[in-house]
């Protein structure tokens, strides 16, 4: 079993790309997801809720190879 982190490490990230990107923004991200991050993204994730950290790691990495300069700085 690996580690888990709270739900809202995923929720602000996601938030982010949408206000600054909006549903097109969003879509890409999911698109550039693996399945079971796309996955969890698409069953509303919520603040509160245990998510493998894996996951945040995934959605960080693809935000910032979309968004970013791809150096996760």
Same mark, same amino acid.
């Given at each position: 079993? /690996?580690?888990? %982190?709270? /739900?809202?490490? %995923?929720?602000?990230?996601?938030?982010?790309?949408?206000?600054?990107?909006?549903?097109?923004?969003?879509r890409r991200l999911k698109d550039a997801l693996g399945a079971d991050a796309r996955r969890r993204l698409d069953e509303k994730v919520m603040p509160h809720d245990w998510v493998p950290l894996e996951t945040v790691y995934e959605v960080c990495t693809e935000i910032d190879r979309l968004y970013g300069h791809g150096d996760l700085a």
């Open positions: 079993m /690996g580690a888990n %982190i709270k /739900g809202s490490a %995923i929720t602000a990230r996601v938030r982010y790309v949408r206000e600054h990107y909006g549903e097109p923004g969003v």
